[in-house]
């Protein structure tokens, strides 16, 4: 679900979770099409907060956000090398272009040809500037599986210290994705590993105050 909102007349903002697949497809292909922010987010901290009360289960769901990371690291490597042997081609494909273009004058079609060529090598770099981020966001992000399991057990302490603008963007921090199921009113979290540093981050500065 993708996190939304909306202001009334009256000025009031209303956060909620709009279904993706509503989105992308039409309202017709979700059965749920929105669930409000507070109830999602609720549900969400309740389960942060039973997971820090079990230490192995606090490990398993840190284990598992762990094979997760090193899955979208091999993603982002696939489709760098990838988008590395398709620049190689483009700018061997423009340097041709560029050869013929003198004597082919003012031709549309090599001109056409020349454009399109350049926005694929812009749009490829910059993919490859985001590719590089974020592999190196997701190896920096790697955490010990017992700091991560003692971190969730004082979550609590941390969420009732926080104001609800602070609250909102610690979920954000800590969660990845969330997928509602309206028809099996089922919802399933993915923990981004990198949040449970920015909990442990809090903590610390709490303690330092």
Known sequence: ???????KPNGKRYRYYVCAMAQKRGW???PTKSVPA?????????????IGRDSDLARKVMEQAEVQSRTQIAA???EQHLLLKNLGLWQTQLGEVLRKLPAMG?????????ADLQDRILEGEKRLTTIRIESDQLARSKVDP???????????????SLVPREQTELIQMLIQTIEYDG??????IAFHP???GVIEQRLLAGAAE
């Open 146 to 160: 017992d700091s991560a399991t003692e971190t969730l057990a004082h979550f609590d302490d941390l969420w009732q």
């Open 194 to 196: 990198s949040g449970i």
């Open 28 to 30: 017709a292909n979700c």
């Open 76 to 78: 982002l490597a696939n």
């Open 106 to 114: 003012e031709d549309s079609l090599m001109l056409g040809i020349l």
């Open 38 to 50: 507070g109830e999602i987010e609720r549900f969400v901290v309740d389960q942060i907060r039973c």
């Open 1 to 7: 679900m993708i996190p939304s909102h909306s202001t």
């Open 183 to 188: 028809e099996a009113g089922k919802i399933s």
